[in-house]
């Protein structure tokens, strides 16, 4: 059973810096694409940043370059995980955040569908 489970998210003063993790069982991240996305209450759930296997690297992709920045996305093999690194929070970062992965060994960013996780909300409040 293929499961993505998110963690890291909390409450975080602006300003600061948050890594969230998503880590996979029954099923192995390598060569798939990973994104990140969020919902912001009462807002449509919009992508983050997106990473796929190219060559011996990654590629990453943000979904808007307004996102262009602040956000890092990294994963790790050994630890079947994908990180969000977040810098300068700011209260409109407010938001659930969710990875997903897609099924397809070899698939490329950027990612729309595939298996989602439930997500971690991040709370950017003083």
């Known amino acids: 059973q293929v499961q993505l489970v998110e963690s890291g998210g909390g409450l975080v003063q602006p300003g600061g810096s948050l890594r969230l993790s998503c880590a996979a069982s029954?099923?192995?991240?390598?060569?798939?694409?990973i994104g990140w996305f969020r919902q912001a209450p009462g807002k449509e759930r919009e992508g983050v940043l997106c990473?796929?296997?190219?060559?011996?690297?990654?590629?990453?992709?943000y979904y808007s370059d307004d996102l262009k920045g602040r956000f890092t996305i990294s994963r790790d093999n050994s630890k079947n995980t994908v990180y969000l690194q977040i810098t300068s929070l700011k209260p409109e970062d407010t938001a659930v955040y969710y990875c997903?992965?897609?099924?397809?060994?070899?698939?490329?960013?950027?990612?729309?569908?595939?298996?989602w996780g439930k997500g971690t909300l991040v709370t950017v409040s003083s």
């Open positions: 029954g099923f192995t991240l390598d060569y798939h694409a």
């Open positions: 997903a992965a897609d099924p397809t060994s070899g698939s490329k960013c950027p990612l729309w569908s595939g298996y």
């Open positions: 990473i796929s296997s190219v060559g011996n690297g990654d590629d990453t992709t």
